[in-house]
């Protein structure tokens, strides 16, 4: 049973900083393509940052310098640490695993960031 568990989000002022974590499971975690993904209210899900296998990073232009995305192979996890958080970044988070070739992917059920002003 695949399973992509999100955890770390919550309440921060503007300025402050969360690590979210995504645990994987019942997956090849290791070849997979591991992203983070948000949704504000009223928006579209939109791209934050992904991680390759072979650890090459991308970025959404407006986390760019705040944001940094990793992954732990052996704990079948990735991570987001975000830096100087501000409001327009509140939005529901979600893990998101793409395995290369046959595009089969995975969605976590998300958890929610609130940055107050």
């Known amino acids: 049973q695949v399973e992509l568990v999100e955890s770390g989000g919550g309440l921060v002022q503007a300025g402050g900083s969360l690590r979210l974590s995504c645990v994987a499971s019942?997956?090849?975690?290791?070849?997979?393509?591991m992203s983070w993904y948000r949704q504000a209210p009223g928006n579209q899900r939109e791209l934050v940052a992904s991680?390759?296998?072979?650890?090459?990073?991308n970025y959404a232009d407006s986390v760019k310098g705040r944001f940094t995305i990793s992954r732990d192979n052996a704990k079948n996890t990735v991570y987001l640490q975000m830096n100087s958080l501000k409001p327009e970044d509140t939005a529901v988070y979600y893990c998101h695993a793409l395995r290369p070739i046959s595009y089969v992917y995975y969605w976590g059920q998300g958890t929610q960031v609130t940055v107050s002003s």
């Open positions: 019942g997956f090849s975690f290791s070849i997979n393509v």
């Open positions: 991680i390759t296998s072979g650890g090459s990073t």
